[in-house]
Protein backbone atom coordinates (compact mmCIF):
# COMPACT_ATOMS: atom_id res chain seq x y z
CA UNK A 1 0.00 0.00 0.00
CA UNK A 2 0.83 3.62 -0.46
CA UNK A 3 2.04 5.43 2.65
CA UNK A 4 3.84 8.55 3.45
CA UNK A 5 6.08 9.92 6.32
CA UNK A 6 7.06 12.67 7.94
CA UNK A 7 9.23 13.59 10.35
CA UNK A 8 9.78 15.11 13.02
CA UNK A 9 5.72 16.03 14.07
CA UNK A 10 6.89 18.78 16.47
CA UNK A 11 10.12 21.31 16.30
CA UNK A 12 11.00 24.17 18.11
CA UNK A 13 13.98 26.31 16.59
CA UNK A 14 15.64 29.48 17.40
CA UNK A 15 16.21 32.19 15.12
CA UNK A 16 18.88 32.00 12.97
CA UNK A 17 19.36 27.88 13.12
CA UNK A 18 19.16 25.42 9.65
CA UNK A 19 16.12 23.26 9.35
CA UNK A 20 15.70 19.89 7.54
CA UNK A 21 12.28 18.32 7.35
CA UNK A 22 12.17 15.12 5.22
CA UNK A 23 9.42 12.99 3.90
CA UNK A 24 9.25 9.71 2.29
CA UNK A 25 6.72 7.86 0.62
CA UNK A 26 6.43 4.00 -0.28
CA UNK A 27 4.41 2.11 -2.02
CA UNK A 28 4.41 4.11 -5.41
CA UNK A 29 7.17 5.01 -8.05
CA UNK A 30 7.94 8.48 -9.62
CA UNK A 31 4.76 10.65 -7.44
CA UNK A 32 4.64 14.51 -7.63
CA UNK A 33 5.09 15.59 -4.54
CA UNK A 34 4.57 18.98 -2.52
CA UNK A 35 5.41 20.90 0.28
CA UNK A 36 2.67 23.19 1.35
CA UNK A 37 2.50 25.44 4.91
CA UNK A 38 -0.87 26.32 6.67
CA UNK A 39 -0.37 29.53 9.25
CA UNK A 40 -2.26 29.06 11.99
CA UNK A 41 -6.21 29.46 11.05
CA UNK A 42 -5.25 29.98 7.44
CA UNK A 43 -5.76 27.95 4.07
CA UNK A 44 -2.92 25.74 2.59
CA UNK A 45 -0.06 27.68 0.97
CA UNK A 46 1.75 25.62 -1.74
CA UNK A 47 5.53 25.94 -1.53
CA UNK A 48 7.42 23.68 -3.48
CA UNK A 49 6.26 20.69 -6.09
CA UNK A 50 8.20 17.97 -7.92
CA UNK A 51 7.64 15.63 -10.64
CA UNK A 52 10.78 13.55 -10.42
CA UNK A 53 14.44 13.21 -8.63
CA UNK A 54 16.39 16.38 -9.06
CA UNK A 55 13.46 18.28 -10.47
CA UNK A 56 11.92 21.43 -8.12
CA UNK A 57 9.17 24.36 -8.51
CA UNK A 58 8.89 26.85 -5.98
CA UNK A 59 5.08 28.79 -5.78
CA UNK A 60 6.49 31.12 -3.09
CA UNK A 61 9.42 33.67 -3.26
CA UNK A 62 10.88 32.95 0.61
CA UNK A 63 13.69 31.66 2.81
CA UNK A 64 13.14 28.06 1.93
CA UNK A 65 14.53 25.68 -0.38
CA UNK A 66 13.51 22.05 -1.30
CA UNK A 67 15.16 19.30 -2.78
CA UNK A 68 14.55 15.46 -3.76
CA UNK A 69 17.69 13.82 -3.85
CA UNK A 70 15.82 10.36 -4.32
CA UNK A 71 12.18 9.73 -6.05
CA UNK A 72 10.40 9.35 -3.13
CA UNK A 73 11.88 11.43 -0.89
CA UNK A 74 11.67 15.40 -0.19
CA UNK A 75 13.44 17.49 1.75
CA UNK A 76 12.37 20.66 2.90
CA UNK A 77 15.14 23.12 4.08
CA UNK A 78 16.48 26.23 5.03
CA UNK A 79 19.60 27.82 6.36
CA UNK A 80 18.41 30.44 8.57
CA UNK A 81 15.41 30.20 10.08
CA UNK A 82 12.82 33.34 10.36
CA UNK A 83 10.30 34.03 13.47
CA UNK A 84 7.48 34.08 10.11
CA UNK A 85 8.85 30.19 9.09
CA UNK A 86 6.88 29.22 12.22
CA UNK A 87 3.74 27.35 10.69
CA UNK A 88 2.40 23.68 10.37
CA UNK A 89 3.99 22.27 6.94
CA UNK A 90 2.61 19.21 5.39
CA UNK A 91 4.33 16.77 2.92
CA UNK A 92 1.55 15.09 -0.05
CA UNK A 93 2.34 12.75 -2.55
CA UNK A 94 0.21 12.26 -5.70
CA UNK A 95 0.64 8.42 -7.53
CA UNK A 96 -0.47 10.53 -10.82
CA UNK A 97 -3.02 13.03 -12.06
CA UNK A 98 -6.38 13.02 -10.73
CA UNK A 99 -5.45 10.49 -8.29
CA UNK A 100 -5.74 13.49 -5.15
CA UNK A 101 -3.36 13.79 -2.69
CA UNK A 102 -2.06 12.14 0.31
CA UNK A 103 -0.62 14.04 3.16
CA UNK A 104 1.80 13.24 5.76
CA UNK A 105 0.56 14.29 9.03
CA UNK A 106 2.82 17.25 9.68
CA UNK A 107 5.43 19.34 11.11
CA UNK A 108 4.78 21.85 13.83
CA UNK A 109 7.39 24.01 13.50
CA UNK A 110 7.60 27.31 15.80
CA UNK A 111 10.42 29.34 15.24
CA UNK A 112 11.43 31.24 18.55
CA UNK B 1 -6.15 8.82 17.04
CA UNK B 2 -7.16 12.30 15.82
CA UNK B 3 -8.79 11.68 12.15
CA UNK B 4 -11.20 12.82 9.45
CA UNK B 5 -13.10 10.41 7.59
CA UNK B 6 -15.16 11.09 4.51
CA UNK B 7 -18.11 8.89 4.02
CA UNK B 8 -18.35 8.29 0.26
CA UNK B 9 -15.01 7.66 -1.91
CA UNK B 10 -16.88 8.18 -4.80
CA UNK B 11 -19.88 10.34 -5.90
CA UNK B 12 -21.30 10.85 -9.36
CA UNK B 13 -24.34 13.03 -10.21
CA UNK B 14 -26.26 14.68 -13.17
CA UNK B 15 -26.04 18.41 -13.55
CA UNK B 16 -28.64 20.59 -11.10
CA UNK B 17 -28.56 17.87 -8.26
CA UNK B 18 -28.28 18.49 -4.89
CA UNK B 19 -25.21 17.65 -3.70
CA UNK B 20 -24.20 16.39 0.19
CA UNK B 21 -20.43 15.52 0.83
CA UNK B 22 -20.28 13.93 4.46
CA UNK B 23 -17.15 14.45 6.98
CA UNK B 24 -16.45 13.66 10.58
CA UNK B 25 -13.85 14.01 12.83
CA UNK B 26 -12.58 12.48 15.93
CA UNK B 27 -11.39 15.56 17.90
CA UNK B 28 -13.24 16.31 20.50
CA UNK B 29 -11.70 19.50 21.41
CA UNK B 30 -11.81 22.98 19.49
CA UNK B 31 -11.37 22.71 15.95
CA UNK B 32 -11.03 24.26 12.99
CA UNK B 33 -12.67 23.10 9.97
CA UNK B 34 -12.11 23.36 6.22
CA UNK B 35 -13.56 22.22 2.94
CA UNK B 36 -10.82 21.67 0.16
CA UNK B 37 -11.13 20.91 -3.55
CA UNK B 38 -8.94 19.98 -6.25
CA UNK B 39 -10.10 20.45 -9.97
CA UNK B 40 -8.32 18.26 -12.33
CA UNK B 41 -4.90 18.62 -12.98
CA UNK B 42 -4.61 21.65 -10.58
CA UNK B 43 -3.79 22.25 -6.90
CA UNK B 44 -5.54 22.27 -4.22
CA UNK B 45 -7.80 25.22 -3.25
CA UNK B 46 -9.58 26.68 0.05
CA UNK B 47 -13.30 26.29 -0.39
CA UNK B 48 -14.73 27.38 3.36
CA UNK B 49 -13.29 27.31 6.73
CA UNK B 50 -15.07 27.35 9.99
CA UNK B 51 -13.69 28.43 12.90
CA UNK B 52 -16.86 29.66 15.20
CA UNK B 53 -19.84 31.46 15.61
CA UNK B 54 -22.64 30.95 12.73
CA UNK B 55 -22.20 27.04 12.07
CA UNK B 56 -23.36 27.41 8.69
CA UNK B 57 -20.91 28.73 6.38
CA UNK B 58 -20.58 30.00 3.22
CA UNK B 59 -18.14 29.31 1.30
CA UNK B 60 -16.98 30.01 -2.75
CA UNK B 61 -18.84 28.94 -5.88
CA UNK B 62 -22.39 28.47 -4.05
CA UNK B 63 -20.93 25.64 -1.59
CA UNK B 64 -21.55 25.87 1.92
CA UNK B 65 -21.02 23.79 4.97
CA UNK B 66 -22.92 22.67 8.43
CA UNK B 67 -20.97 22.24 11.83
CA UNK B 68 -22.95 19.76 13.70
CA UNK B 69 -20.64 19.86 17.23
CA UNK B 70 -22.98 17.12 18.55
CA UNK B 71 -22.46 15.12 15.74
CA UNK B 72 -18.37 15.79 15.51
CA UNK B 73 -19.81 16.46 11.79
CA UNK B 74 -18.78 19.22 8.80
CA UNK B 75 -20.87 18.05 5.64
CA UNK B 76 -20.42 19.99 2.76
CA UNK B 77 -23.24 20.73 0.61
CA UNK B 78 -24.62 22.71 -2.58
CA UNK B 79 -28.54 22.90 -3.68
CA UNK B 80 -27.54 22.08 -7.68
CA UNK B 81 -24.18 20.66 -8.67
CA UNK B 82 -22.70 22.12 -12.70
CA UNK B 83 -20.21 19.77 -15.04
CA UNK B 84 -17.78 22.49 -13.34
CA UNK B 85 -17.74 21.51 -9.76
CA UNK B 86 -16.16 17.52 -11.00
CA UNK B 87 -13.02 17.61 -9.10
CA UNK B 88 -11.98 15.71 -5.50
CA UNK B 89 -13.26 17.43 -2.03
CA UNK B 90 -11.10 17.08 0.83
CA UNK B 91 -12.56 17.98 4.29
CA UNK B 92 -9.47 19.18 7.14
CA UNK B 93 -9.54 20.06 10.30
CA UNK B 94 -7.04 21.99 12.36
CA UNK B 95 -6.46 20.82 15.92
CA UNK B 96 -3.66 19.39 17.80
CA UNK B 97 -2.42 18.53 14.27
CA UNK B 98 -3.90 19.32 10.52
CA UNK B 99 -5.53 16.28 9.24
CA UNK B 100 -7.09 16.03 6.21
CA UNK B 101 -9.81 13.40 5.35
CA UNK B 102 -9.22 10.65 2.76
CA UNK B 103 -10.84 12.50 0.23
CA UNK B 104 -14.37 12.34 -2.45
CA UNK B 105 -14.27 12.28 -5.52
CA UNK B 106 -17.44 14.00 -7.15
CA UNK B 107 -18.14 13.66 -10.70
CA UNK B 108 -20.70 15.89 -12.68
CA UNK B 109 -22.51 14.39 -15.31
CA UNK B 110 -23.42 16.59 -18.16
Known amino acids: SQTIHQWPATLVQPVGSPLSLECTVE??????LYWYRQAAGRGLQLLFYSVGIGQISSEVPQNLSASRPQDRQFILSSKKLLLSDSGFYLC???????????FGSGTRLTVV | AQSVSQHNHHVILSEAASLELGCNYSYGGTVNLFWYVQYPGQHLQLLLKYFSGDPLVKGIKGFEAEFIKSKFSFNLRKPSVQWSDTAEYFC????????FGPGTRLSVLP
Open chain 2, 92 to 99: AREGQNFV
Open chain 1, 92 to 102: AFEPGTDYGYT
Open chain 1, 27 to 32: GTSNPN
